[in-house]
C-alpha cells in the first residue's frame, strides 16, 4: 500500500514538472520589447535621474492602504468562526476591532492624511 503511495506521488511530481516546463516553453516570447522590459517606477521614466524629488503623499496612502489592508485580512476568519463561538463573545469582540479601525480612519481623516488636494 505505501509502496503504491509512492508511485503515485511521484508519478504526480513529474507530471507537474512536465506540465510547468510545458507553459514555460510555450510562454516564451520571441520578441523582447524594450519599453516591456524595462522596470516601471510609479510612472517615472527609468532612464532619467534617479534622485529627483518624490512625494510622500504616494508612501503614505501605500502605507494607510496596507495598514487598513491588514486589518480587513484579519476581519474575514471572524466570520468563519461565528459558528463554533459564542456569540456575545464573537460580537463584542467585532464591535471593539471594527471600532478601532473606525477611530484610526477618522484620525487619518482628521489629520488631513486623506486629502489628496493639499
Known amino acids: ?3 503504491i503511495l509512492l508511485i503515485m506521488s511521484c508519478i504526480i511530481f513529474i507530471i507537474t514538472i512536465v506540465v510547468m516546463m510545458l507553459a514555460t516553453f510555450l510562454s516564451k516570447k520571441t520578441i523582447i520589447d524594450r519599453e516591456k522590459s524595462s522596470p516601471f517606477e510609479c510612472g517615472f521614466d527609468p532612464m532619467n535621474y534617479s534622485r529627483l524629488p518624490f512625494s ?4 503614505l496612502i501605500a502605507i494607510i492602504f496596507l495598514i487598513f489592508d491588514v486589518e480587513i485580512a484579519l476581519i474575514l476568519p471572524m466570520i468563519l468562526i461565528i459558528k463554533s463561538s459564542n456569540l456575545l463573545n464573537w460580537s463584542i469582540t467585532s464591535l471593539f476591532f471594527i471600532f478601532i479601525l473606525l477611530i484610526g480612519l477618522y484620525h487619518e481623516w482628521n489629520q488631513g492624511a486623506l486629502e489628496w488636494n493639499n
Open 56 to 59: 510622500l503623499r504616494f508612501f
Open 1 to 3: 500500500m505505501l509502496l
